[in-house]
């Protein structure tokens, strides 16, 4: 029994990763033809019934370009570090929970928080191993800022954990059945998405690929391979934060339609805000993110603790 129950669990993993790499694929489509829209031009439409075959087209060109390499690169890890920026964000779509359950567990928050710092390490070894002056300012920009952000950002999340008492991401289900969290705490929610922005290296917070000063930042020396596998781990996370927001405070209901198309929504305001919003300042994203977001999330952690401690006292 034990045996068929691995192999189910990983084929469930299998055709989770697949689809979320067909997701990716049709995320980057959307992002292009939106942009098109925004810039009033029409974006991809030729390759395909309305460009829908471009993404694949581009995925076969970029996997079959020359791989080409910097002469003074620490070449082991050069090769390595997208590897592992894409094996730690699909890694990261494990923790989701699925009605088959597959791998959701207890601490499946707790995984979350893990995972996603380690692809600090993935950027910062891109960045040193190229030995290149504007990938490595490209990396310790990115690892600055994420570092920083990754602060607001647990705090903010355990301001949602203290109303559900658990690191299970099913629980956020149980707990939104009435009322949405984004009603209860609408502030804590828009630092999220904010905070998510620029954890997840996205417009108006790209200062990693900052390209007037930095030519693309951490990747600049990657092509063909290197460079698809770093583009699918960022998009992957992209989705993934979508699909964390709809948990965290738009009632994720895996049983519903509804929930998938608040995915896509969210995903939707990712690509508006890059196709709307001028590049931010470098200084004032420190500032934001010390000043601004910790203060206002530990105040409201203590808030929320506080209310919880009343809650449970009233059901005690």
């Given at each position: 029994m034990m045996v068929k129950d691995i192999i189910l669990m990983f084929l469930s993993s299998l055709i989770l990763l697949v689809c979320v790499l067909i997701g990716v694929a049709f995320l980057?489509?959307?992002?292009?033809?939106?942009?098109?829209?925004?810039?009033?031009?029409?974006?991809?439409?030729?390759?395909?019934?309305?460009?829908?075959?471009?993404p694949f087209s581009d995925a076969i060109k970029l996997f079959t370009k020359e791989q080409t390499f910097p002469y003074m690169a620490n070449l082991g890890l050069y090769y390595i570090?997208?590897?592992?920026?894409?094996?730690?964000?699909?890694?990261?779509?494990?923790?989701?929970?699925?009605?088959?359950?597959?791998?959701?567990?207890?601490?499946?928050?707790?995984?979350?928080?893990?995972?996603?710092?380690?692809?600090?390490?993935?950027?910062?070894?891109?960045g040193w191993s190229s030995n290149s002056n504007y990938a490595m300012l490209g990396s310790m920009r990115a690892v600055a800022q994420t570092i920083s952000y990754e602060v607001s950002l647990v705090l903010i999340l355990l301001s949602y954990l203290f109303l559900i008492l658990s690191f299970d991401i099913f629980s956020l289900m149980k707990y939104q059945e009435y009322i949405w969290f984004i009603f209860l705490m609408l502030p804590l929610s828009i630092m999220w998405l904010v905070s998510s922005l620029a954890e997840t290296?996205?417009?108006?917070?790209?200062?990693?690929?900052?390209?007037?000063?930095?030519?693309?930042?951490?990747?600049?020396?990657?092509s063909s391979g290197g460079f698809a596998m770093i583009f699918l781990a960022e998009y992957a996370s992209i989705l993934f934060m979508s699909m964390?927001?709809?948990?965290?405070?738009?009632?994720?209901?895996?049983?519903?339609?509804?929930?998938?198309?608040?995915?896509?929504?969210?995903?939707?305001?990712?690509?508006?805000?890059?196709?709307?919003?001028?590049?931010?300042?470098?200084?004032?994203?420190?500032?934001?993110?010390?000043?601004?977001?910790?203060?206002?999330?530990?105040?409201?952690?203590?808030?929320?603790?506080?209310?919880?401690?009343?809650?449970?006292?009233?059901?005690?």
């Open positions: 980057t489509l959307m992002e292009r033809k939106v942009l098109g829209y925004i810039h009033i031009r029409k974006g991809p439409n030729k390759v395909g019934f309305i460009g829908m075959l471009q570090s997208p590897v592992m920026n894409l094996f730690l964000a699909l890694l990261l779509w494990m923790c989701m929970p699925f009605f088959s359950i597959n791998l959701n567990f207890n601490l499946s928050i707790l995984f979350f928080l893990s995972i996603s710092s380690l692809g600090v390490y993935t950027v910062m070894m891109a290296n996205r417009s108006p917070f790209d200062f990693a690929e900052g390209e007037s000063e930095l030519v693309s930042g951490f990747n600049v020396e990657y964390a927001c709809s948990m965290l405070f738009l009632g994720g209901n895996l049983n519903s339609f509804l929930f998938f198309l608040k995915v896509v929504l969210v995903s939707f305001f990712w690509v508006w805000v890059r196709g709307t919003l001028p590049r931010y300042r470098y200084d004032k994203l420190m500032y934001l993110a010390w000043k601004s977001y910790l203060p206002v999330s530990l105040n409201f952690l203590m808030f929320y603790f506080g209310l919880s401690l009343i809650v449970m006292s009233y059901s005690l």
